[in-house]
């Protein structure tokens, strides 16, 4: 890696960085401000509800709690849709953005090696998706403490919250490879947002439809459960194992492909 292009790469991007980070840690807080109006509303419908049937319908609702509510936070299309501003548009600009701009001749016209440029590039990726995953426990936690609502403790947040960054650095990565094979930085874009979509409705039909279960391997959300984590789960190494995997391949695969292009710039 090369400091200096590190240097580069995080000055052009900490504008990008700081307005997702600053909209995951407002999307934590709101998110903390409503659950009391939430589940106050929750209590007032299971009311309702028979008495045998009162545990299933917490369970299912998943408002029950704090952490239960949590969990559909580090699964709403905000969160989605904020990481992915990062993860794809970083993944996407790395190479075939420069190329695009013109700049990566200037770039390559100093004594550096490929390697080093694309690593550079993958860390100031994934250091963003660490980042906005720490920006988004701490909004989220700071306003449950700040409201005095209970909840679980720093650590499933930060299990939850390592599973967010391996997903959407897997996702990155993946978006960084097809950008060092190609040259125009909407195709990056399109594979990038086809895989996490894609992906993302796997895994949901796949919760609701049987025939799907056989598929879902394929999708990257399949290994990402951060409700279970908070719900007091263990953090499960080969699900892990299999995003980080998977974030190494592909940036191992961007080194290669961009090692054996033939630029014309």
Not at 26 to 35: E, K, N, Q
Not at 217 to 226: G, R
Request: glycine share 10%; aromatic share 10%.
């Amino acid at each position: 890696m090369n400091l200096d292009l590190i240097r580069h790469e995080a000055g052009s991007a900490w504008r990008l960085l700081l307005i997702l980070a600053l909209g995951l840690l407002l999307f934590g807080v709101l998110m903390s401000a409503v659950f009391p109006a939430m589940h106050d509303s929750m209590s007032a419908m299971l009311r309702m509800v028979p008495s045998f049937l009162q545990p299933m319908v917490r369970s299912r609702a998943g408002l029950d709690t704090f952490e239960g509510f949590a969990g559909i936070a580090f699964t709403h299309p905000v969160l989605l849709a904020l990481f992915a501003a990062w993860s794809i548009a970083r993944g996407a600009q790395a190479i075939a953005g420069e190329i695009e701009a013109g700049t990566l001749g200037w770039i390559l016209s100093y004594p550096l090696d490929r390697a080093a440029f694309v690593l550079s590039k993958a860390l100031v990726l994934l250091s963003g998706a660490m980042a906005l995953s720490i920006a988004f426990i701490a909004g989220l936690l700071g306003a449950a403490e700040a409201l005095g609502i209970a909840h679980a403790g720093i650590r499933p947040y930060l299990l939850a919250g390592l599973e967010t960054f391996a997903l959407y650095g897997a996702i990155g990565a993946i978006t960084l490879c097809c950008s060092a094979m190609t040259s125009e930085k909407g195709k990056a874009v399109l594979v990038g947002t086809g895989i996490m979509l894609g992906g993302f409705l796997l895994n949901y039909v796949a919760e609701l439809w049987a025939p799907a279960k056989a598929v879902r391997f394929l999708s990257l959300f399949a290994y990402y459960d951060p409700k279970a984590l908070l719900g007091g789960g263990a953090l499960v190494p080969s699900h892990l194992g299999v995003l980080l995997g998977v974030t190494l391949v592909a940036i191992a695969g961007a080194v290669l492909a961009f090692r054996r292009r033939d630029l014309s710039i």
